[in-house]
């Protein structure tokens, strides 16, 4: 019964319980749909109005009843289960879990690990259900390959620091298991804002249930490879009283709500946008013929390469109808109605031509190179900031390093908030922020940050970065053509609003990290993906 969405089943007693047997508990992974995502913050205030609607004990019982039954179908045949439980309501919700297997035939055993904390009183009351019900309480860890199944119990939403002796001696034990762990809302040790572990111990679960809200640490930092394959509950679906505000949402197909749709018999290539891709520093020449690769099987209508180095032949024989030209050339063309991919293996050579870009791009999609010059360049940095002003979009595709250097801080402290590192770099340069990574986050400013939950370890090779921004800038280059009124200022009564591009910018943006990430998923994480695969695999998933 191991479902993508495993339905509720009513129950007897609690109006309560039937009122939310509606709920069904979701595969995240792989949904199509863009899925809300709560911080600690907003999980809490979930939690306290659900709390109100709800008998005392009985949304603990519930949720454990539904943790017992999606157990079941991730793990059906395991016959001896190894409930780890702490002393809040994680631990609760495990119990009762444990509590359900045991009535269903399962031996079980639980071990507790309070630390220097006592039990809270609805996770004492379920400790003795589950006793009543069979279940052993054991001072220890069973020996590795008596459980069928392990479920971590140990930690959820309110963890914040470095985990205690008893708790970090129990993850230690469970990841010694040859067993299959199971995680309850989040594996114990991770930061349910950040996907960072809380401290040297955390557990490596083979999938996780995310209770009531999905937490955005379970889609980036190492929340991906702590949580396993990511499932869904709502608990109950009767709307709140006082809404919240998701934190951020991942990127769902509805992202794309434009998608270029087939094209017309007449069609020309003029109507699908031109893309300059400038780059290609001395040694660096691959990564410019990479982007420019990608923009045309994105779909741009031409492609023009712009090597920095000298020395460059201009041509392609691997792709001919990539055009190239000296950046020379660039002071004749009119950069205004092209979009612009600025900084692929451009190294310092790149400044000299930012300037122009900046002022006179339509479109820009500014990597690497460029970034790292604007980094270190204010005046470049207020050029970027005030293309918004004046109706141009630009889009920003820094990894964490580069993402530091702009906002003048380490990588640590990039990765220990993602969600707001790409917020500042949307806000500070007015612009679409692309952070890469596990979990890319697509930021803009005045719109609800959004979390890939796509790709795979497969990408961390040389080139795929390059690869994501040509194909962003022939992806925006057919999506919609440029307008000479819309970048006229404000006043031009234009029946393309300036808003619109920015939009435009957002959209592109998250629907191309999508098939980024598509590409590696069809692919698998069991070794690289090049580069140059990736361009076709991308193409394959468009055409």
Not at 112 to 140: F, I, N, Y
Not at 462 to 477: C, F, K
Request: with cysteine; net charge neutral.
């Amino acid at each position: 019964m191991n479902l993508k969405t495993i339905p509720s089943q009513a129950t007897s007693g609690s109006v309560n319980v039937a009122v939310a047997a509606s709920a069904q508990t979701h595969e995240v992974l792989g949904c199509t749909e863009a899925w809300p995502l709560h911080d600690a913050h907003s999980t809490r205030l979930i939690e306290a109005q659900r709390l109100s609607q709800w008998p005392q004990g009985q949304l603990m019982a519930w949720a454990g009843r539904r943790v017992a039954r999606w157990a079941l179908s991730q793990a059906p045949h395991a016959q001896h289960v190894w409930v780890a439980a702490g002393p809040g309501g994680n631990g609760g919700d495990g119990l009762h879990a444990a509590r359900h297997l045991a009535e269903l035939g399962r031996q079980v055993v639980i071990t507790l690990h309070a630390g220097h904390r006592e039990l809270k009183s609805d996770t004492d009351a379920a400790l003795r259900l589950a006793l009543d019900a069979g279940c052993k309480l054991v001072p220890q860890a069973p020996p590795s390959g008596w459980a069928g199944l392990v479920i971590d119990a140990l930690l959820g939403l309110g963890a914040s620091r470095s985990l205690d002796t008893s708790i970090a001696a129990a993850v230690r034990s469970i990841n010694g298991q040859s067993s299959p762990c199971l995680s309850i809302d989040l594996p114990t040790g991770l930061n349910a804002d950040t996907g960072q572990p809380l401290g040297g111990d955390w557990i490596r679960a083979q999938a996780t249930l995310s209770l009531l809200t999905l937490k955005p640490g379970l889609c980036m930092g190492h929340g991906r490879d702590a949580a396993g394959t990511i499932w869904f509950d709502p608990l109950d679906t009767t709307p709140l009283a006082r809404p919240i505000d998701p934190t951020a949402i991942t990127v769902g197909h509805a992202s794309w709500a434009h998608h270029p749709p087939s094209r017309a018999h007449a069609s020309h290539k003029g109507q699908f946008g031109d893309v300059i891709v400038l780059g290609g520093a001395p040694g660096m020449t691959g990564a410019l013929r990479l982007a420019a690769h990608a923009a045309l099987a994105a779909g741009a209508g031409r492609v023009i390469a712009v090597p920095l180095d000298p020395a460059t032949a201009l041509g392609d024989q691997a792709r001919p109808e990539c055009m190239w030209m000296r950046p020379e050339s660039l002071a004749d063309y009119p950069l205004e109605q092209a979009t612009v991919v600025c900084g692929c293996g451009g190294a310092a050579l790149i400044s000299a031509w930012l300037p122009a870009v900046l002022q006179h791009a339509g479109r820009l999609v500014l990597d690497a190179d460029a970034l790292n010059a604007i980094a270190q360049r204010p005046t470049q940095r207020r050029a970027l900031q005030e293309r918004r002003s004046k109706g141009l979009a630009s889009i920003l595709t820094p990894h964490p390093l580069e993402a530091a250097r702009l906002l003048n801080c380490t990588i640590q402290d990039i990765q220990a908030d993602r969600l707001g590192a790409a917020r500042r770099l949307g806000d500070d340069c007015q612009a679409t922020a692309v952070l890469k990574g596990s979990g890319t986050v697509i930021a803009s400013p005045d719109k609800l940050p959004e979390i890939n939950i796509t790709g795979n370890g497969a990408l961390a090779t040389g080139g795929t970065g390059d690869v994501l921004a040509g194909w962003l800038a022939g992806r925006w280059s057919c999506a919609t053509p440029l307008s000479s009124q819309a970048r006229s200022g404000p006043d031009a009564g234009s029946s393309h609003p300036l808003d619109e591009e920015h939009l435009w910018a957002h959209r592109v943006a998250c629907e191309a990290v999508r098939v980024h990430g598509q590409a590696a998923d069809l692919h698998g994480a069991a070794n690289a993906l090049r580069a140059a695969d990736l361009v076709e695999r991308m193409r394959c998933l468009v055409s």
